[in-house]
């Protein structure tokens, strides 16, 4: 019954064009399959081991996280869900290794969930409750099966097959800066922080053999990468 729901909400995602909508419907399937009441959505940068929001939906509704930025090699168990690629428990007894503003509001537990991509993680979720809730081995699996399957819609921007070909948003953000755009422009365009637009950047410079961003954008063009 959940698999087949997990599988409905799925395709609902990947049927949206809209990144954003995506990200939204990706936090909703949280909510409504596992009847959680408040659930964030984090990036993941394996470069620099940093997460950084996207947004949280709760009762109140949408709320943008895009001004969290954190080292998750100071949050155990955040990074040691990631380590592991599997969803953890965070309990009352190691919840306080997680800054506040990850459990305002919550009881005194929560769940994280990476979202993984092959071996890539590209993303997680924090989740909890203002009830209670019961952590059992079903709950965990089908938690991680969703997580896997929207690292397949995320990670498909951020790891494409061959490892030295630019994602659909390196190339982005290279077609961006041969318009002359800034970093803080195309953040706000493509509804990231100009942090992760920065990860983007360094990670075409690295696969295009290239020294800096003129000569990326340079070698982009001779390529026929962009235009």
Request: glycine share 8%; net charge positive; proline share 3%.
């Amino acid at each position: 019954m959940l698999d087949t729901a997990i599988k409905k909400q799925i395709q609902s995602i990947s049927s949206v064009s809209s990144h954003h909508e995506k990200q939204i419907l990706a936090v909703r399937g949280f909510m409504d399959l596992f009847q959680f009441s408040r659930v964030g959505l984090y990036f993941y940068s394996t470069l620099s081991k940093i997460g950084e929001g996207i947004l949280r939906i709760d009762k109140q509704g949408v709320s943008s996280l895009q001004e969290w930025r954190e080292d998750v090699r100071n949050m155990p168990p955040i990074y040691s869900a990631i380590q592991e690629r599997k969803p953890k428990h965070v309990d009352s007894q190691s919840i306080h290794q997680l800054p506040i503003k990850y459990t305002n509001g919550m009881t005194t537990e929560i769940l994280v969930v990476p979202i993984s991509y092959s071996s890539h993680v590209v993303g997680y979720a924090c989740m909890g409750s203002t009830d209670s809730f019961t952590v059992r081995d079903s709950l965990l699996h089908s938690l991680g099966v969703y997580g896997q399957q929207l690292g397949q819609i995320f990670g498909e921007d951020d790891y494409p097959e061959n490892s030295k070909r630019l994602s659909r948003r390196e190339i982005e953000v290279l077609q961006k800066m041969s318009w002359g755009e800034s970093t803080k422009v195309m953040a706000v365009s493509l509804g990231i922080s100009e942090f992760t637009v920065q990860d983007y950047v360094r990670s075409a410079i690295r696969k295009l053999e290239v020294f800096n961003r003129v000569q990326g954008v340079a070698e982009a063009l001779r390529r026929g990468i962009i235009q």
